[in-house]
């Protein structure tokens, strides 16, 4: 396999294009600058010049935004956009994969963990949104799934067994 030094790094590289850009005008239809250093003289451009890729970015979106937000919203309404973005939030927020939840839902037999409720409730807009990943805040450890109500009473009373006390003493009470 034949090297190419780069000009960038001057490191020598397998001329192929796992390391090297296409280029017809090259060497074997090749860059001579690697495409680590190419990364990174973009990258470092873009540090320089922000407001300059902030305008460029903005006149491409106000130029194709109707383009844009077709692909988006048909990528969105595929199915594929709302596992990819829950996948993402499930991962980077509570640390678990959709895998991972499908099983606590399959384990909880498709109900909530504290009333047993099968209906998971709505968002603000009125569309079915899936359980709540229930999580202590302090260790951030996943408790179970729960239905909107019950996450939403939770959060509400302190997310701490003592608040959770004082509502069921008040319940008791009754109405004097």
Known sequence: MDL???TGCEENKPETTEYFHRNKLGRK???SVCKICVTNYCLGWQRRNREKCREASQRHYWNYKDKINAKTR???DSGSGVNCLRKHHLKKTF?????DYDYMLYKQDYRCAVCGSDYPGCNGKGKRNSFCVDHDHETNKVRGLLCR???TG??????????LEKAIKYLEK???
């Open 149 to 151: 109500n019950c996450n």
């Open 154 to 163: 939770i959060g509400l009373l302190g997310d701490n067994i003592k608040g």
């Open 95 to 99: 640390g678990i994969t959709l895998e």
């Open 174 to 176: 009754g109405y004097d």
């Open 74 to 76: 048909k990528w969105y």
């Open 29 to 31: 239809g090749l860059k």
């Open 4 to 6: 190419r030094t780069c």
